[in-house]
């Protein structure tokens, strides 16, 4: 069985703050993949990063970095200097090679609200 | 980018009512789809996998006469939800795939369909 757990329901921040996002993932496929999206008010997910299994190596993307650790099973985004833009709520989403639909199973989400 | 449209972006109908929600890949072709369903302030539960050419898989729990899902060309993909009840109002989101695996392929959101049933 596969899932996805992102502990933090809302985390509230003042612009300018470092914010990391958590997700911790379960699965039993030695090959998987794990993704980051974001929902902003009007509803599309935005894509922000997949990272295959084999692949620990953290990620840099302008404000934006992902901490891989297969040790913990878990997948963090931090957004460094956050601005109001941010504010969103982010999905971490899970998905394995077993099922052959390699189907996307979501977390619950974390809300961001970015205060200015 | 590739894109995926869903049409149309909101509807509002009478109980009882069939809605007919599409998803388009636009730029590509794309043999699998996924049907999404996402109540306000949860997350996004997948619904079915709509493969081209033969029927969906549906996940547990979900209704499959409810809704109905055809995927009849590699662009095209439809959720009807039949007999709609307020209940049914939530936001769909379709999503597909180019290539043919995660390694090869990308998943492609659309911008998502909100149905409210009165």
């Known amino acids: 069985a596969q899932k996805v757990t992102q502990a933090q329901t809302e985390i509230s921040v003042v612009e300018k703050e470092d914010v990391t996002l958590d997700c911790v993932y379960e699965t039993r496929d030695t090959t998987y993949y794990l993704f980051w999206y974001k929902q902003p008010p009007s509803g599309e997910l935005v894509f922000l990063i997949r990272?295959?299994?084999?692949?620990?190596q953290n990620e840099i993307s302008g404000r934006y970095s992902w901490n891989f650790q297969k040790s913990t099973s878990s997948f963090n985004f931090t957004i460094t200097a956050s601005q109001v833009v941010d504010s969103a709520v982010y999905f971490c989403a899970l998905s394995g090679e077993m099922d052959s639909s390699y189907k996307l199973i979501f977390g619950s989400g974390t809300r961001l609200l970015v205060r200015p | 980018g590739a894109v995926v449209s869903q049409h149309p972006s909101w509807v509002i109908c009478k109980s009882g009512t069939s809605v007919k929600i599409e998803c388009r890949s636009l730029d590509f072709q794309a043999t699998t789809m996924f049907w999404y369903r996402q109540f306000p302030k949860q997350s996004l539960m997948l619904m079915a996998t709509?493969?081209?050419?033969?029927?969906?898989?549906?996940e547990q729990g979900v209704e499959k006469d409810k809704f109905l899902i055809n995927h009849a060309s590699l662009t095209l993909s439809t959720l009807t939800v039949t007999s709609a009840h307020p209940e049914d109002s939530s936001f769909y989101i379709c999503s597909a795939r180019r290539g043919a695996g995660v390694r090869t392929g990308e998943l492609f959101f659309g911008e998502g369909s909100r149905l409210t049933v009165l």
């Open positions: 709509s493969n081209e050419g033969s029927k969906a898989t549906y």
């Open positions: 990272r295959n299994s084999f692949d620990e």
